[in-house]
């Protein structure tokens, strides 16, 4: 009963946006209808519609988690977007330092590592980078709050410009094969890449991208339930969240749970590499990220900054991405930007959620519940 | 080096600063006020867009620039009724806003003009490369007038610090907060408007590039008063116009010129270059007694 009602704000907010999208695209001169079954209708196909939808839900599912770790502490992480871009170039960096020799873009042989290590010390290696990498990333502005109270959404926001500066920089200068037309890196060592889960999945071809980092998330989503309300640090955080100065009050060291939800916050949002860089492009690829440290924040919002939740709201917005694609090639004038049009409108009325109890809570239909 | 420091560079400067200033001083009002407009970045694009479309059907920049105000203070208007009405969290409906904003321009061009995302070039004759310029400067003045000499500014300082102190005293909180928030969509679209028919001749896809942002880091470098605030943006602009001057002359990466309004802001932020106070009621919602 009690997660029906959980669910149930979430899902009005979701219609009432679809219900906004509808009229945008009615005003356009498409119809809503054939415009919704291109964008949510090609996601439940198997293998394809599963297997692209659950990929493109695997880094959401991380920023995701990220988000609502920082905001069960009271702060709002916007700063995933620089987080997974920190992160990800350093875990190109580690497999390509410890890679062995890789096949250029022209086809040649190269070497750019130091040594050659196996698969299994070289994936926990990475693995561990792209999470402390990150989590250094995110301890900065939780630092910052901590030590001198300045805002955490600023200099999150101000962090994401350094970070994407930053790693445009080392990608543009120190990292790319002379004479490649693209921004990236070059190839990471063949031991650092992860499986596609198509090798273990009958059925799944191994085309589909969707590789072990899925399992990562679904693991990583586990542990943040535990941490968050198993453990004595979950159990502080979540205080310092509800109540700064009770906690304190309690014997709670409210500055250090900041920077360690930042921390753990910035981890997570750092493994969105893990998936980007060893389970998909095997690089870094400058300006990869389709805004996913954004789309964290409606995942965790939509998703009541829950792992359960998360999970849901990630594959949402999963669908909504790759259905935009569709969107694109069979309407007429809607393109796959509608897609954001649906998320903002969709963070917006889960913000706004006063709104619904008030000229619908009457109707019992939303009865203020403590959340 | 010598020839690097030009006349050319003085007036890239004021030209790159303008749409900051415009944006910056809008931000103002609005955080001034309490309320937190991250949303600037998306008032920005909504003015460049309707300036573009508008004047492109019109082929009047007046009328397109008025329609980028009335887009702006429209859009203004839904994160002050989430924030103001619905007290929801203000940085969450600034990020909900600049989000849609880069959905909902991109919509429509590809409808409007089938392209993905931006909108047909405009004739040199209908650009207004100046006015904004000089409308940035007569707005800083305006703000530093009304903000420290009339009754409109004094609520408005109040209702930013002390809201309970401002209501006991009769001042209507919510309407000084939803006047402070609409005046910064129209003041951030013109800005963005500077920046579709002042700068350049059309709107491109999310052509603003990150400027909403280093206005407010402006905002904030300039302790949220309007002279410190034109200054910061100049000097942001100063950095942005001779990172472009330099490229190729001097082996310094772009990107590390790039990173300085925003390493600045967290500078001044943490308190090493003087305090930098935010209004003390800034991001709480008022909640009146009953």
């Not at chain 1, 497999?95 to 698969?119: E, K, R, T």
């Not at chain 1, 809570?361 to 519940?369: A, D, I, M, Y």
């Not at chain 2, 409007?112 to 007569?138: E, H, R």
């Not at chain 2, 800083?140 to 409109?152: A, D």
Request: net charge positive; charged share 10%; hydrophobic share 55%.
């Amino acid at each position: 009963m009690r997660l029906l009602r959980e669910l149930l704000f979430p899902l009005i907010a979701v219609l009432a946006a679809f219900l906004v999208g509808a009229i945008f695209v009615l005003l356009i001169g498409d119809s809503p209808i054939e415009t919704y079954r291109q964008l949510l209708g090609n996601a439940f196909s198997w293998p394809d519609g599963i297997g692209y939808t659950l990929f493109n839900a695997t880094p959401l599912i991380f920023t995701g988690l990220a988000v609502a770790v920082a905001f069960r502490c009271g702060l709002l992480n916007i700063g995933a977007e620089g987080q997974l871009y920190v992160a990800s170039f350093a875990t190109a960096w580690v497999c390509i330092l410890f890679g062995g020799v890789v096949v250029d873009v022209f086809g040649q042989p190269v070497n750019y590592s130091v040594a050659s290590l196996p698969s299994i010390i070289l994936i926990p290696l990475a693995c561990l980078t792209a999470i402390l990498v990150g989590a250094l990333w995110g301890a900065i502005p939780g630092f910052l709050k901590a030590r001198f109270g300045s805002h955490e959404v600023i200099n999150t926001i101000m962090m994401n410009f350094i970070a994407v500066a930053l790693v445009s920089y080392f990608t543009q200068y120190h990292y790319k094969i002379p004479g490649d037309p693209i921004l990236e890196s070059a190839p990471i060592g063949e031991a650092a890449h992860i499986p596609r889960l198509g090798r273990f999945i009958p059925g799944l071809p191994e085309r589909i991208p969707l590789n072990l980092a899925f399992v990562l998330a679904l693991l990583a989503c586990a542990l943040v339930y535990i941490f968050l309300w198993r453990t004595k640090w979950g159990y502080e955080i979540r205080a310092t969240g509800a109540n700064p100065s009770a906690a304190e009050y309690g014997g709670i060291s409210v500055r250090k749970q900041i920077v360690l939800a930042m921390a753990v916050s910035g981890g997570l949002a750092g493994m969105v590499g893990i998936n980007e860089v060893m389970g998909y492009h095997h690089r870094y690829y400058d300006g990869f990220s389709d805004n996913y440290g954004f789309t964290g924040i409606a995942v965790a919002l939509l998703g009541r900054n829950h792992p359960v939740g998360v999970v849901l709201a990630a594959i949402l917005f999963a669908i909504l991405s790759r259905g935009g694609i569709f969107v694109d090639a069979f309407t007429a004038h809607v393109s796959k930007d509608l897609v954001q049009v649906l998320q903002g409108t969709i963070i917006l009325f889960v913000a706004c959620e006063a709104f619904f109890r008030g000229p619908f809570g009457r109707f019992g239909l939303l009865k203020r519940s403590k959340v | 080096m010598k020839d690097i420091f030009t006349f050319t560079l003085l007036l890239s400067t004021i030209h790159l600063a303008t749409p900051l200033v415009l944006a910056a001083l809008g931000g103002l009002y609005s955080e001034r006020s309490g309320v937190i407009n991250i949303a600037l970045e998306g008032l920005m694009l909504a003015g460049a867009f309707t300036a573009a479309a508008v004047t492109h059907y019109v082929g009047s920049p007046w009328v397109g620039l008025l329609a980028a105000i009335v887009a702006g203070i429209l859009l203004a208007g839904i994160h002050a009724v989430a924030c103001i009405r619905f007290k929801a969290d203000q940085v969450v409906t600034g990020t909900a806003i600049n989000i849609l904003m880069i959905g909902v321009p991109a919509v429509l061009s590809g409808a409007l003009f089938l392209s993905s995302g931006s909108t047909p070039q405009i004739p040199k004759a209908n650009l207004i490369p100046w006015t904004p310029v000089v409308l940035a400067v007569l707005v800083v003045v305006v703000t530093y007038y009304i903000l420290y000499y009339t009754p409109f500014g004094l609520r408005l300082r109040a209702v930013g610090e002390n809201p309970e102190a401002a209501d006991a005293a009769g001042i209507n909180v919510r309407r000084i907060r939803y006047t402070a928030v609409l005046i910064s969509g129209a003041l951030a679209a013109i800005g963005g408007a500077y920046l579709s028919i002042g700068q350049s001749s059309l709107f491109t896809r999310n052509m603003t590039a990150g400027r909403g942002f280093i206005a407010l880091a402006a905002l904030i470098f300039g302790k949220w008063r309007p002279i410190q605030t034109m200054l910061a943006c100049l000097l942001f602009g100063f950095a942005d116009a001779i990172a472009t001057q330099m490229q190729g002359v001097i082996d310094i990466p772009v990107q590390f010129i790039q990173m300085i309004p925003y390493v600045l802001t967290i500078v001044v932020l943490a308190g090493f270059i003087g305090l930098s106070r935010a209004p003390r009621a800034l991001g709480i919602p008022y909640q009146k007694e009953r």
